[in-house]
Nanobody, 120 residues
Framework: VQFVESGGGWVELGGALKLSCVASGFTFASSSMGWYRQAPGKEREFVGFIRWDAIVKEYSNRVKGRFTISRDYDKNTVYLHMDNLEVEDTAVYYC??????????????WGQGTRVTVSS
């Protein structure tokens, strides 16, 4: 199982970024996928998930209305579209599979993540 995140970078307050995560080593089409982030000095937290069929999507209250998750089954890729970025969104972003019963700390096989820095 492997996840390779990309697309991070430096962006000004209110800007936008699109992150990508290529997944391999498991059946992507039947797996719900989640995005997570870890800010400096803080624990990793849930950002949002997209169900295996892409019909259900849920987001944390901190990003709801600003972030959107999508997926491409042909490319085994999940995306995180981030708009109206805030300084508090500065973090390293990761993707992983998503299970309703899991806590963030229950997951393994984390990738290297992609760093997002929002500057004011």
């Amino acid at each position: 199982v492997q996840f390779v995140e990309s697309g991070g970078g430096w962006v000004e307050l209110g800007g936008a970024l699109k992150l990508s995560c290529v997944a391999s080593g498991f059946t992507f089409a039947s797996s719900s996928m989640g995005w997570y982030r870890q800010a400096p000095g803080k624990e990793r937290e849930f950002v949002g998930f997209i169900r295996w069929d892409a019909i259900v999507k849920e987001y944390s209250n901190r990003v709801k209305g600003r972030f959107t998750i999508s997926r491409d089954y042909d490319k085994n890729t999940v995306y995180l579209h981030m708009d109206n970025l805030e300084v508090e969104d500065t973090a390293v972003y990761y993707c992983n599979r998503y299970y309703t019963s899991y806590d963030v700390n229950d997951y393994d096989n984390w990738g290297q993540g992609t760093r997002v820095t929002v500057s004011s």
